[in-house]
């Protein structure tokens, strides 16, 4: 994979055994599939194994039964209700100003 990093060309890459496939779509979150297959850094099939080209791939990852979600997401959350968190509660009459760190 080092060599894919530094050129850009991945080959072929097959993710199977997907335990559960998050689409990012908020309409539809969860995929019906347990493979991913990739070309060069680009998404090529998403489906059941059995259904999509995962002959002689040039890696070969084995996700067993993980959980796998698109790239890009922010996962440093912390707990929010709208634009409020529990930290600015003003009930008790404080005057300084909170941040939400």
């Known amino acids: 994979m080092a060599d894919a990093a530094s050129n850009g060309k991945s080959g072929k890459v097959v993710i199977r055994n997907i335990g559960l496939l998050l689409s990012g779509d908020l309409d539809k979150p ?6 991913i297959v990739v ?3 680009v998404i090529v099939g998403v ?3 059995a259904d999509l080209d ?3 791939p040039d890696t070969l990852i ?3 039964g993980t959980c796998v979600a698109p790239g890009l997401i922010d996962s440093h959350v912390h ?11 003003n009930s008790a009459g404080s005057t300084r100003p909170c941040t939400a760190a």
């Open 30 to 35: 969860i995929l019906d599939a347990d493979t």
């Open 39 to 41: 070309h060069d850094g």
């Open 47 to 49: 489906g059941k194994e």
């Open 54 to 56: 995962t002959e002689e």
């Open 62 to 64: 084995d996700a067993r």
């Open 79 to 89: 707990p929010v209700f709208g634009d409020w968190t529990p930290r600015q509660d």
